[in-house]
């Protein structure tokens, strides 16, 4: 067993700028001799995804348009990929999204439809990508999507978000139940706090940084090379035992409290 992943290609969804988590995914990945295919949502960020893909050496990755908001758009996506390259090994799912005045102030005054958009963009897309995204993985398979603790406990502020992770967490485990008879594998990690292009959505995240540093095991913050790096754990046979599986990758904050 190797952590080598030559020969084997995972599609990144959700990079948005060299800050964001699916970045530190796809250069961990990249590292490992991964080849790699990247999806953006908005037009707007499309220019970003190309720039960084571009940095990479090697042969030029597929940067395709995927707003998982779109069921077309999802499915010409993974046609696209089928038509150019046939058999992917995993999806490192990186997307959430919440109406920014909602993670801030009570959660009790939740609309219902920021409740839906953010339930449909940050959980139900995994069960649509990973839908559509099944019959790629013939070979067998890993998806690893992005969680965060206020999925399990109340963290002030993070609101609507972490009852969409709460939901995106069990997401994982009913697809791994479903699509382990095809050898495919769904865990998620849940990241400490990042400060990402999203993070800046959520209200007083300086002094949840601050709380991290001082109270995490670790006594420091986490970083998207950590996250990626367990990633490529996750995508590689190292962890072919495991799945259904949410691990932290906090400086060990969740045991706290
Ligand atoms: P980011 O802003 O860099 O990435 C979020 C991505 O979601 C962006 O690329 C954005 O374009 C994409 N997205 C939003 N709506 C979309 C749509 N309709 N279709 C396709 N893509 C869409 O921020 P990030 O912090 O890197 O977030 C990545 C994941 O990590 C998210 O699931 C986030 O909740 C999770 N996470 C972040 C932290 C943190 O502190 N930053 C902690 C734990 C988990």
Same mark, same amino acid.
């Given at each position: ?8 290609? %995972?599609? !990144? $969804? ?9 970045? +530190? ?8 001799? =991964?080849?790699?295919? #990247? ?9 970003? @995804?190309? *720039? ?25 996506? %993974? =046609? ?12 490192? &799912?990186?997307?959430? #999204? =919440? ?7 009570? %959660? @009790? ?14 959980? #139900?897309?995994?069960?649509? @990508? ?6 790629? $993985? ?12 206020? +999925? *399990?406990?109340? $963290? ?6 972490? @009852? ?43 002094? !949840? ?15 998207? *090379? ?8 996750? %995508? ?5 035992? !495991?799945?259904? *599986?949410?691990? &932290? ?9």
């Amino acid at each position: 067993m190797t952590f080598s992943l030559k020969g084997k290609t %995972f599609i !990144i $969804m959700g990079v948005a700028n060299k800050r964001s988590i699916a970045w +530190g995914v796809a250069r961990s990945l990249h590292g490992a001799g =991964a080849k790699l295919i #990247f999806t953006y949502g908005r037009d707007r960020t499309e220019r970003s @995804v190309r *720039e960084l893909a571009g940095t990479l050496e090697g042969e030029p990755s597929l940067v395709l348009q995927c707003d998982v908001t779109n069921d077309e758009q999802i499915t010409a996506c %993974f =046609a696209k990929i089928k038509e150019d390259v046939g058999l992917i090994h995993g999806i490192a &799912h990186c997307i959430a #999204f =919440a109406n920014k005045d909602e993670l801030d102030g009570e %959660f @009790v005054d939740t609309t219902r439809e920021g409740f839906l958009l953010a339930h449909n963009i940050s959980s #139900f897309s995994l069960t649509a @990508v990973a839908k559509a995204a099944k019959d790629l $993985m013939a070979e067998g398979g890993s998806i690893v999507t992005m969680s965060y603790l206020g +999925g *399990e406990r109340v $963290m002030p502020n993070y609101n609507i978000m972490g @009852v969409a992770k709460a939901s995106l967490e069990a997401n994982v485990r009913y697809l791994a139940y479903d699509l382990g008879k095809y050898g495919i594998r769904v865990n998620s990690i849940s990241a400490g706090p990042i400060r990402t292009l999203s993070a800046k959505g959520v209200s007083d995240f300086n002094s !949840i940084l601050r709380k991290i540093e001082e109270e995490a095991p670790l006594k420091r913050t986490t970083t998207p *090379e950590e996250v990626g790096d367990t990633a490529t754990f996750l %995508f590689s046979d190292m962890s072919r035992g !495991i799945t259904g *599986e949410n691990i &932290h990758v906090d400086s060990g904050y969740h045991i706290m409290g």
